[in-house]
């Protein structure tokens, strides 16, 4: 039983769930209905906590590319990137990738884990450095983990403190990978990437941004926080995920440094593992498409954004500090936020329950994310659950 | 760079409140199972120690150290 020793916190908390007759982690969909309705445990909800947010999952352009990918090319690669699994349309969704962040070079990986993941462990080794944001997401930190350089953190968001670590680091700032996310994933808080890129301009290093939840969502293009902020050029590398705005799977890395091609081939998650299937790729490039030619999507986004935003602080939930598609309610009570969440989904509503340590803090969160594919009824709904929160305590 | 004895007087500085029930705080003491840190707690103490020595202090360093000569000779070390 040694082995099994360290897992006791999580089966007590499992039959703590169990007790009280929740399961929210790992909740099933047993029918998808549209990119915002299921029927999840037996409920028909909205779905509220997706990351669909430009709600192509279902688009019929997509769904159609990934049919005839599978026609054509078959359900998978069945290889390495570096053997047999590249395929003429990886290439081309690279090339798509970097033409669509107007940036010299694009990687392609099986995953957005894949991606920051394999980023962070390989640029930065033993002897190099990595300053990052002390909220990063586990792919983040597992990464750097892995590769080996010494890691110091900074306070979330916090510009002083990263600069009195990098001004700490002396010439070591040379051989330096700072890493940031555009729009953490929790919260839906950006990164002040403008005061960052200052910063980092002024004592060298390197800069890798994670934009997972920002793509097609803030700037020009909708190449996220860092085009927003008018800092692409101080940004080294960009990460990011297909699946989350393109709603499929896969991720990517893309810069303007050539060194990228030579990097690739030491990316141990790029090269141990099947490229993405042919039907992932094809969607994908319909999507990046998509995307670029219906703006419109992103402004129903934010649209939906702003209404959630605002209707949750009404009804007097203290939500996140800034209004984005993620849209988070704080909760002190662990306890409070099992059967908060458990009620929402009688109500209707399928958000995400996070509990420390995933949640910065040692509090609790309903997570939500708006879709560009939720009605103004739908959001309504979902306001319509949370006030039903406050009715029978 | 500062000495080990430097390193030394500064964590038993800030260990101090967490000597309770009459331990007597020494270079043996654990910082986790004996003081019982919590791990913010002791992210909390190497901010501390960085800010007051003005040095950069990697997390990698975290996993070798339970007792308070650890960290005081790890601090040495990777400010000599």
Redesign the interface.
């Known amino acids: 039983m040694s082995l099994f020793e360290k897992f006791q916190p999580i089966v007590d908390i499992r039959a703590e769930l169990e007790a009280v007759g929740v399961m929210p982690f790992g909740a099933v969909t047993e029918k998808i209905l549209s990119p915002t309705e299921a029927i999840v445990n037996g409920r028909k909800v909205i779905l509220a906590g997706t990351n669909n947010y430009l709600g192509l999952t279902f688009d019929p352009e997509c769904i159609a590319a990934a049919k005839q990918a599978i026609d054509e090319l078959g359900t998978g690669t069945t290889g390495s990137r570096m053997a047999n699994g590249t395929f003429i349309d990886h290439v081309r969704l690279e090339q798509e990738l970097a033409q669509f962040f107007d940036r010299g070079h694009a990687i392609v990986f099986s995953t957005g884990y894949a991606a920051t993941m394999g980023m962070g462990s390989t640029l930065a080794g033993p002897g190099d450095?990595i300053v990052l944001d002390a909220d990063s997401h586990a792919s983040i930190y597992d990464g750097v983990r892995l590769g080996g350089a010494?890691?110091?953190?900074f306070r979330h968001n916090d510009v002083a403190d990263l600069e009195k670590?990098l001004r700490?680091?002396g010439e070591r700032v040379e051989n330096t990978l700072i890493i940031v996310e555009g729009m953490y994933s929790m919260l839906g808080d950006q990164a002040p990437l403008a005061d960052i890129a200052e910063v980092k301009q002024r004592y060298g290093g390197m800069l890798l941004v994670d934009e997972a939840h920002s793509l097609g969502m803030l700037g020009k293009h909708g190449r996220g926080v860092a085009e927003a902020a008018g800092v692409e050029d101080a940004v080294d590398f960009v990460v990011g995920t297909f699946s989350k705005s393109l709603g499929a799977t896969g991720g990517y890395c893309v810069s303007n440094h050539a060194e990228l091609e030579a990097v690739r081939f030491a990316i141990r998650s790029y090269i141990f593992t099947a490229s993405p299937s042919p039907s992932v790729v094809a969607s994908t490039r319909v999507a990046l498409r998509l995307m670029q030619e219906r703006p419109e999507l992103r402004d129903r986004l934010w649209e939906n954004a702003h209404r959630l935003y605002a209707g949750l602080k009404q009804l007097g939930f203290k939500v996140s500090p800034e209004v984005s598609p993620v849209v988070a309610v704080t909760i002190e009570d662990r306890d409070q936020s099992i059967a908060w969440w458990a009620r929402l989904l009688q109500a209707g509503a399928y958000v995400n329950l996070v509990m420390p340590p995933a949640s910065p803090g040692d509090y609790s969160l309903l997570r939500c994310s708006v879709s560009a594919a939720h009605s103004s009824v739908q959001i309504d709904s979902i306001l319509d659950a949370f006030a039903s929160l406050g009715n029978t305590e | 760079m500062p000495e080990y004895n430097e390193f030394l007087a500064h964590i038993f500085d800030i260990l101090k409140p967490y000597a309770k029930r009459g331990l007597i705080l020494n270079e043996n003491s654990e910082l986790v199972t004996e003081l019982g840190l919590t791990s913010l707690q002791v992210m909390e103490l190497i901010e501390q120690i960085e800010d007051h020595f003005d040095i950069c202090i990697p997390l990698n360093i975290l996993p070798d150290i339970r007792t308070v000569r650890d960290l005081a000779v790890k601090l040495e070390t990777i400010t000599a």
């Open positions: 450095v010494d890691i110091v953190r670590r700490r680091l």
